[in-house]
């Protein structure tokens, strides 16, 4: 009864704004998935809305543009449609697809202040690799249980057992805890002529996203701020196929296997992500 209240006052008013209550705890790379999917959602003649929340701040003031896609709480009336699902729409074929994202990184993300950033980074040569190794909350509070996974030994395996026929001219690794990086991955330097641990002490956030973004080569982590940043590299330059990523994902479900991936990145699935 009430339900059928609030859709015919919303006829009334013809006012039929979807709204998404975005869970307060997405960061960056979740968050973009809700932007993609209220992009979808207008390509296709929607009136829909996420609920802006605080951890918005950051990616709305790299990518103004997202904003369009926003409501605050005190602009909710009683009678526009919740979604309250708890769904992240992260499936990649299912929730969006390639053409949809390219779209949206092409129309929503790619603006001419990023591109003035993109500029300033030296552009990619083949022989370069970037490696994104998330640590941070993945690796406190207990959460290694859920996330966590030998990151030295994996990335052992990949130049084992994909490239070991490979020379590399640069090898770039990026990650939320260099200095974890530079103890454990100076190894390294015994496949390339050039190893990196780049710091950026300004705006390091938007400066890591681009540097990875800005790669033709990748090993990704276990994380949406990785996904994002090779989707903006595979439309950049075409390297799904140069994109390596682990197969797991998280041990919150029964299924512990990534679905965000594209299905033309080099899934690693041989590697034993819980020794």
């Known amino acids: 009864m009430k339900n059928n209240i609030k859709k015919a006052i919303a006829i009334l008013l013809k006012d039929d704004l979807q709204i998404c209550i975005t869970p307060k705890g997405a960061r960056w790379g979740n968050l973009l ?29 790299w990518f103004p543009d997202l904003k369009k896609f926003t409501i605050t709480e005190k602009d909710v009336k009683f009678y526009h449609q919740k979604d309250a699902s708890n769904n992240f729409y992260q499936i ?3 929730d969006f697809g390639r053409d949809n994202l390219y779209d949206f990184i092409k129309t929503q993300l790619l603006t001419s202040s990023i591109k003035d950033l993109l500029q300033n980074i ?20 207990g959460n290694t249980s859920l ?15 994909r490239f070991s ?6 090898i770039t690794v990026i990650s939320d805890d260099m200095i974890w990086c530079e103890e454990n991955f100076f190894f390294l330097n015994r496949y390339s002529k050039i190893l990196e641990f780049p710091e950026f002490k300004e705006n390091t956030i938007i400066s890591s996203f681009l540097r990875i973004s800005k790669s033709q080569n990748l090993i990704l982590s276990n994380s ?4 994002w940043a090779a989707y903006i ?14 197969i797991f994902g998280s041990r919150r479900m ?4 990534l679905y965000q991936f594209d299905p033309n990145w080099q899934m690693i699935k041989d590697f034993n992500f819980e020794s």
């Open 92 to 94: 990649f074929g299912e």
């Open 147 to 161: 996330y966590g996974y030998d990151q030295i030994g994996f990335v052992k395996h990949i130049f084992k057992t």
């Open 224 to 227: 949406t701020f990785s996904f």
């Open 165 to 170: 026929e490979k020379n590399w001219q640069k």
């Open 33 to 61: 998935y809700f932007f993609l999917h209220a992009f979808i959602k207008e390509k296709n003649g929607k009136n829909f809305k996420l609920l802006y929340t605080t951890h918005m701040a950051e990616v709305l003031k």
């Open 254 to 257: 029964e299924n512990t296997d």
């Open 122 to 141: 030296p552009e990619p040569e083949n022989d370069w690799l970037t490696i994104n190794i998330r640590r941070g909350d993945f690796y406190e509070k």
């Open 233 to 246: 590299s595979n439309y950049l330059y075409g390297s799904a196929e140069k994109t390596y990523c682990p």
